[in-house]
């Protein structure tokens, strides 16, 4: 089958199914939505603009002759796309909501009962072919996302119903001029109501790619007039901040989507936006500054370089030039600094036992370096692995991961020693973010890939997102929800995803470990030993950690009474000459 315009639609999808097993809905449809979600969503009057006739034309003629257009690779206009797909849906020879539905659908909207408008919308989309469901999941939904955008692109649900609902919906015969006048507000209304209400007709929308196993796309955000560079999960998940390369922030509800908030720091561009309780810490080359994410008040701001920060215990560590400051948590006082022979310190991260912090640099001779967490003392420069500098580290069981600007790389938390180098990403990448079992990388080639911590291979690659390079990626976990990814990138958007927190690894006792199939298996003798040896060697520690607590105790006790001590004498003093006097 070579023709696609003016042929059925349960036809259309059979044959694409040939070829392309997964799919739900026609290939055309599928790859139009897809180079205007990546490249056209914040374009103002979407839809309503025009294409080029002869380009679309042109479009049309080809896939009519079997050719699957690729609009990402051909860097089509988003306009003729949007006029192509429209073309489409005119095309078929029975409209998506068909024709036999016709008097149901404009009377369907017709009821002040919203309860049951609603009921009757539903029932009459499950009543459509399974084809023409699939394909309404995908149009309804992504026209939402676009209306998403409306305050940059200007196509709320009202203006994007006149353009689309033409095409979703007309009388077999066309009808009289009457009846077309009567009855074609009520369709653009009709189709209105399901743009503002798509999750609540669609809670599971058609995707144009196949990883929904994994992520399905949930929203696209336009707001930033910049780059945006980074991310940060606010108060209770509630919000994610986001700084965009002018060090413009924008504060978004996690549920609804919409911006609520938009504020100037002062600091210029943003290196660090990160969640330290609950505080927002923001860091640029002229200060740190400190927020309190529930109501995003300042609370303090503090003057000078700072690259990264980092929770190491009841301490706030901060990378900086040539040094590293150490805050107290609770008040921001300063409380040290470790000198460094490094440029920059660009990323910090405490290991599980906390007594090292793991630093990335710009030094090209060692890019890892760490420190004792404790004395602050250099323990250990790492020159195996990367090349270039480190952006970024995250946690995950035994091993801590490091994004850099050559490549990822899985090192042993204890043994500081390189498990793995992974080269997945053409060029930097600049985050780590875990999910479950699970990780996230964001690059400068503008793919996010999804990774299996235990197998350290690339399960997953969401490429259609974003046009530029992805900066950043944070989890929300809200309650009873399904986790989300925010992603941030230079193409000035932020792109939501559905996610799952997988885990693979079992519960199994201190004799077992899991292997890389997520299964238990038995330690030998020697690994045992070794075990109880380690754990005996951390109960140790962690005894020495409490006296060294006790004796903090016992000192500020006696400073506190010597206080006491020294008021009651000043007091006294003060009585004796006022009975002079």
Not at 174 to 190: A, E, M, P, R, T
Not at 319 to 328: Q, R, V
Not at 368 to 396: C, P, Q, T, Y
Request: proline letters at 2%.
């Amino acid at each position: 089958m070579s023709k696609v315009f003016g042929v059925p639609l349960e036809t259309l999808v059979a044959s694409d199914k040939k070829k392309h097993h997964h799919i739900q809905v026609p290939y055309v449809l599928q790859q139009a939505v897809r180079l205007i979600v990546r490249n056209g969503i914040d374009n103002e009057g979407i839809f309503r603009i025009s294409g080029n006739k002869e380009k679309v034309a042109s479009y049309v003629e080809a896939i009519n002759k079997g050719v699957e257009l690729d609009f990402v690779k051909d860097r089509a206009n988003p306009n003729d796309v949007a006029s192509l797909l429209k073309q489409f849906l005119r095309e078929l020879p029975d409209p998506l909501l068909t024709f036999s539905k016709y008097n149901q659908w404009i009377k369907s909207y017709e009821t002040s009962d919203l309860d049951e408008q609603r009921d009757t919308i539903i029932n009459l989309i499950k009543g459509l072919p399974e084809a023409n469901q699939a394909t309404l999941r995908l149009i309804i939904p992504f026209m939402g996302r676009i209306a998403m955008n409306s305050s940059i692109n200007k196509m709320d649900s009202g203006n994007l119903s006149k353009t689309i609902g033409p095409n979703l919906l007309w009388k077999e015969g066309g009808g009289d001029s009457i009846d077309y006048l009567v009855n074609s507000s009520k369709i653009n209304d009709l189709v209105q109501y399901m743009v503002d209400n798509y999750r609540l007709l669609f809670p599971e929308s058609v995707g144009f790619d196949y990883n929904s196993e994994y992520a399905s796309f949930e929203a696209k955000l336009f707001g930033h007039g910049r780059s945006v560079q980074c991310l940060a999960a606010g108060f209770k998940d509630l919000h994610v901040w986001s700084a965009d390369s002018n060090g413009a922030i924008r504060i978004w509800d996690t549920t609804t989507h919409r911006m609520v908030k938009e504020m100037d720091p002062g600091q210029g561009r943003l290196f660090t936006m990160s969640k330290i309780g609950d505080r927002i810490w923001t860091a640029s080359q002229k200060s740190v500054k400190v927020w309190n994410a529930e109501d995003f008040s300042l609370v303090k701001e503090i003057s000078g370089f700072g690259y990264c920060v980092a929770q190491v215990e009841n301490s706030v560590w901060v990378g900086s030039e040539g040094k590293i400051l150490i805050f107290n948590l609770k008040s921001l006082e300063l409380e040290r600094e470790i000198e460094t022979d490094r440029e920059v310190v660009m990323s910090l991260i405490v290991d599980d036992s906390g007594k090292y912090v793991w630093g990335g640099t710009t030094s090209r001779k060692a890019p890892i370096a760490v420190w004792e967490s404790e004395s602050g003392r250099l323990f250990k420069e790492i020159s195996d692995g990367h090349k270039k500098k480190v952006n970024s580290f995250v946690k995950h069981g035994q091993h801590i991961w490091s994004a850099a600007d050559d490549f990822i790389c899985v090192w042993d938390a204890q043994s500081m020693g390189l498990v793995k180098k992974m080269e997945a990403h053409e060029g930097a990448v600049y985050g780590l973010t875990v999910f479950g079992d699970l990780l996230w990388s964001c690059s400068w080639d503008t793919t996010i890939r999804i990774w299996d911590a235990h197998t350290m291979e690339t399960v997953c690659e969401l490429r259609d997102y974003h046009s530029d390079c992805v900066s950043a990626v944070v989890s929300v976990q809200l309650e009873n929800a399904k986790p989300q990814a925010w992603s941030g990138s230079w193409d000035k958007s932020i792109c939501i995803f559905n996610t799952s927190l997988i885990f693979k690894t079992k519960p199994v006792n201190g004799h077992h470990r899991v292997n890389p199939d997520g299964n238990a298996e038995k330690l030998t003798k020697d690994e045992i030993s070794l075990k109880t040896t380690q754990l005996t060697e951390k109960s140790r520690d962690l005894q020495q950690r409490k006296l060294l607590l006790d004796e903090r105790k016992k000192r500020l006790m006696e400073r506190k009474a010597e206080a006491e001590a020294k008021k009651q004498e000043l007091l006294l003093r003060k009585a004796q000459l006022e009975a002079r006097r």
